[in-house]
C-alpha cells in the first residue's frame, strides 16, 4: 500500500475522464485502532495471566530455586517437590484441610440447593404477598459484611456444641449463598416455560410429579451452574471459617492461620493450590457469568 | 395456576427461618454484643472506647479508605475498557473474557499469596528488575506504606476487576445499539460516544457495580495480610486480630458494626446521588 491515495488506472478504453481517488485514510485509521486494541487487549490479558503463570511457576519451582536469584521467570528447575511437602507433610495440615473444604464445600451446595431451590421456584412461579419483601430480605443478606454474622454465630455455635465442626460452617456458607442460590433458580425456573408444566398437568401429572419429568430435566443446566457458584463462594471464604473452627480448618482458614509460620515456599503453593480451582470453575462457567449477574443484579 | 394458595409460602418457609435464625438473629446480636450486651459490664460503651484508644483502628481506618480511594477509580476505569475491548469483537475475544474472568473464583488470600510471589523480596518482580540490571526495590517494606499500599493495591486491582467487568459487560449486552450507531452517525467521535452515550446508558450496571464493590472492598483483608503481615491493618483484618489473638468479641464486634454502618451509609449515599439525576431525566 503506497501513499494516502491511490489513482485508479485510467480506464483502457482511454476515457479521458480518470475516477476520483480512493480514499483510504478511513480504512487505515480502522487498522490502527484495531492493532491498537489488540495491543491493549493483550497488555491487560498479560496483566490477569501472568500473576497466575509465575505462582505456577513458583509452586514447581524446587527448593534450591526458590532460594536464588535472581529468579528466572522461565520453567528452569522443574520439581514437584515444594507442593508434595506442602501437601502431603503432617506438620502442615494441608490434606485434612483440604478434605474439610470439599466437604464444606459440598454440603454448602447441598444445604443451599435443598432450602434455596423451593424458594426460587416460588419466586419464580407465583405471585403473592410479601414477594418484595421477601427478595428485599436476600438482597440485605447479600450485601452485610461476613463478619457481623459471624462473630455472634461463634458462641453460638458453641452453646450448640457445634463449634469448630465442619457443620457450623456449613450453615453459615449456606446462609451467604442462599441469596445467590435463591436468584439465580428463580432465574432458571422463569426461563422453563409454564406451558410445557401446564401441559403436563392436563395429562395428569399432579404438581409435583410435573416439577420432576418437566421442570427439573429442563432447569437442571442451570441449577448445576448455580451448585457451582456456592461451592466457589464457600470455597474462598476464609473469616467466617477461621473464626468458627480451631482444628476443623478450611483450606484457606488453614493457610490464613498458619501465614506468619510458614515459609515463603508453602505460602505460594499454597496460593496456587487455592488458584488451581478458579481456573476450572470459570472455565465451566463461562456461559453462565453473564446471565448470573444479568439475572441476579435485578 | 392457582390464584391463592399456601404453595409459595411453604416453599419460602424453609429460607426464610433458615435466615432468621443464622442471619437476622446473629445481626442483631453483634450488634447488641458490641454495646456490652451479654458481658459482665452490662449495657456500656467501654469497648468502643478500647476500640478508638487502639492506634491501629485509626491505621486501618485509613487504610481501609486509602484502598478504596485509589482502587475503585482505577478499577472502574480499568473493566470499562475492557467491557469495551470486549465489546469491539477482536478475534481470540472469547479467550480474553475467559482469562479476565478468572479471578473472579479467587479468593483474596489466594490473591495476597500469588502477588507476594511477585512482591517478596526475592520475587519476580525483583528478579526481573536485576535481569536489566536495575537494583531490587524492597516493595513490601513496613517502612514505606506508599509501597505498601501500591502493592496491596495492584493485587486487589488484579483480583477483583472482573467482579466489575461482568457486571458491567452484562450490562451492555442489554443495551440497545441503535443509540450507539446513530451517534456515530451523526458524527460523534469515539469519546462523545462513550461519554455521552454509551456511559449514560450505563449508569444501572455501573451503580450496582460500584455498590458491590465498594461494600466488598471494605471487606478485604487477608490480601494484606499475606502480602505485609500485619504491616498493613485494614479494618476486618482488625475484627479478626481483636477476636483471635486478642480474645475479645465484644470489641471485634464493635469493629464489626463500625464497617457494617460504613458500608450501609456509602450504599445510600451512592444510590442517592447517582440516582437523582436519572429521575430527573425522567421527569
Known amino acids: 500500500m503506497t501513499g494516502d491515495t491511490v489513482t485508479r488506472a485510467p480506464a483502457r478504453t482511454g476515457a479521458a475522464r480518470p475516477l476520483p481517488p480512493v480514499d483510504r485514510r478511513p480504512l487505515r485509521r480502522l487498522r490502527l485502532v484495531r492493532t491498537a486494541q489488540h495491543l491493549v487487549a493483550i497488555l491487560i490479558t498479560l496483566f490477569m495471566a501472568a500473576p497466575i503463570y509465575l505462582i505456577t511457576l513458583a509452586a514447581f519451582s524446587s527448593r534450591a530455586e526458590l532460594n536464588r536469584f535472581p529468579k528466572a521467570v522461565w520453567p528452569r528447575d522443574v520439581s514437584i517437590d515444594t507442593l508434595r511437602a506442602f501437601l502431603l507433610s503432617p506438620g502442615t495440615g494441608v490434606l485434612p484441610a483440604l478434605v474439610n473444604s470439599l466437604s464444606v464445600g459440598i454440603g454448602t451446595l447441598v444445604v443451599s440447593l435443598l432450602i434455596g431451590a423451593p424458594a426460587g421456584y416460588a419466586v419464580a412461579r407465583y405471585g403473592f404477598r410479601g414477594r418484595d419483601a421477601y427478595q428485599l430480605f436476600l438482597l440485605l443478606t447479600r450485601s452485610l459484611p461476613v463478619v457481623v454474622l459471624a462473630i455472634p454465630l461463634a458462641s453460638f455455635f458453641l452453646n450448640a456444641g457445634l463449634y469448630d465442626t465442619t457443620y457450623a460452617v456449613v450453615l453459615v456458607h449456606s446462609v451467604l449463598a442462599l441469596p445467590t442460590t435463591v436468584l439465580i433458580t428463580a432465574s432458571v425456573f422463569v426461563a422453563v416455560p409454564v406451558d410445557l408444566e401446564e401441559a403436563a398437568l392436563v395429562f395428569g401429572c399432579t404438581r409435583f410429579g410435573a416439577f420432576r419429568q418437566v421442570v427439573l430435566p429442563m432447569a437442571l443446566p442451570g441449577v448445576a451452574a448455580s451448585s457451582i457458584f456456592t461451592f466457589v463462594l464457600s470455597w474462598n471464604e476464609i473469616l467466617a471459617a477461621a473464626v468458627l473452627t480451631l482444628e476443623v480448618r478450611t483450606l484457606p482458614a488453614q493457610v490464613l492461620v498458619s501465614l506468619s509460620e510458614s515459609p515463603l515456599r508453602y505460602q505460594f503453593a499454597g496460593g496456587f493450590v487455592l488458584v488451581l480451582p478458579a481456573l476450572l470453575f470459570i472455565l465451566l462457567m463461562r456461559r453462565y457469568l453473564l446471565n448470573m449477574w444479568g439475572s441476579t443484579i435485578r | 395456576m392457582p390464584r391463592r394458595t399456601v404453595a409459595p409460602y411453604l416453599l419460602l418457609a424453609p429460607s426464610a427461618v433458615f435466615l432468621l435464625m443464622l442471619f437476622g438473629w446473629p445481626v442483631v446480636s453483634g450488634v447488641l454484643q458490641a454495646f456490652g450486651y451479654g458481658s459482665t459490664l452490662g449495657f456500656t460503651s467501654s469497648y468502643w472506647q478500647r476500640m478508638a484508644d487502639d492506634p491501629r483502628f485509626w491505621e486501618s481506618v485509613r487504610n481501609t479508605l486509602l484502598l478504596i480511594l485509589v482502587l475503585l477509580p482505577v478499577q472502574f476505569c480499568l473493566a470499562i475498557g475492557m467491557a469495551l475491548l470486549l465489546r469491539a469483537r477482536l478475534r481470540f475475544s472469547g479467550g480474553y473474557f475467559y482469562l479476565w474472568a478468572v479471578p473472579l473464583a479467587v479468593s483474596d488470600l489466594a490473591a495476597g499469596l500469588v502477588w507476594l510471589s511477585i512482591f517478596t523480596d526475592r520475587g519476580y518482580l525483583n528478579s526481573m528488575l536485576a535481569w536489566f540490571g536495575a537494583d531490587g526495590v524492597d516493595w513490601l517494606n513496613y517502612q514505606s506504606p506508599t ?126 446521588t447517582l440516582r437523582s439525576p436519572e429521575a430527573e431525566a425522567r421527569r
Open chain 2, 147 to 272: 509501597r505498601m499500599l501500591l502493592a496491596v493495591v495492584l493485587a486487589e486491582l488484579w483480583r477483583s476487576t472482573s467482579l466489575v467487568l461482568v457486571i458491567v459487560v452484562s450490562g451492555m449486552q442489554l443495551l440497545p445499539r441503535d443509540y450507539d450507531e446513530a451517534a456515530q452517525v451523526l458524527g460523534a467521535t469515539p469519546w462523545q460516544r462513550l461519554r455521552h452515550v454509551t456511559l449514560p446508558l450505563l449508569k444501572p450496571s455501573l451503580q450496582v457495580a460500584l455498590i458491590l464493590r465498594t461494600i466488598l472492598a471494605f471487606q478485604a483483608f487477608a490480601v494484606a495480610q499475606a502480602l505485609t503481615g500485619r504491616q498493613f491493618p485494614l479494618l476486618i483484618g482488625e475484627t479478626y486480630e481483636w477476636y483471635v489473638n486478642l480474645s475479645d468479641p465484644n470489641v471485634a464486634s464493635a469493629v464489626a458494626v463500625v464497617v457494617l454502618a460504613i458500608s450501609m451509609v456509602t450504599a445510600v449515599i451512592y444510590l442517592r
